[in-house]
């Protein structure tokens, strides 16, 4: 069971990124996804999160109206673009597949992938 995100890197602010989280070993099927990140010296950070048919999204405040979820389950990846990117973006992004939901709405991860860092730097 693993989770890959990829599509990092280094961009100006106003530009934009895509970002892939892929499966292997399992079907992301039944799993919704959330984005999460961490910055440099602050804690992770929820992002947003997509359902398992993808007909519900969910976002933060911070990204609302920037960043949007989409999943393709045929290709098992899922994607977080990224518009309008800003230097308080930049973090290490990972992305995470969970069943469950905390009181607040927030995706519990069952399991993470790997990172891929963004850095918005002029």
């Known amino acids: 069971v693993q989770l890959q995100a990829s599509g990092g890197g280094s961009v100006q602010p106003g530009e934009s990124l895509r970002l892939s989280c892929a499966a292997s070993?399992?079907?992301?099927?039944?799993?919704?996804i959330g984005w999460f990140r961490q910055a440099p010296g602050k804690d992770r950070e929820f992002v947003g999160q997509?359902?398992?048919?993808?007909?519900?999204?969910y976002y933060t405040n911070s990204v609302k109206g920037r960043f949007t979820i989409s999943r393709d389950n045929a290709e098992n990846t899922v994607y977080l673009q990224m518009n309008n990117l800003k230097p308080e973006d930049t973090a290490v992004y990972y992305c995470?597949?969970?069943?469950?939901?905390?009181?607040?709405?927030?995706?519990?991860?069952?399991?993470w992938g790997q990172g891929t860092q963004v850095t918005v730097s002029s």
């Open positions: 070993g399992f079907t992301l099927d039944y799993f919704a």
């Open positions: 997509i359902s398992w048919s993808g007909g519900s999204t």
């Open positions: 995470a597949a969970g069943t469950r939901y905390r009181i607040t709405g927030e995706l519990v991860p069952n399991y």
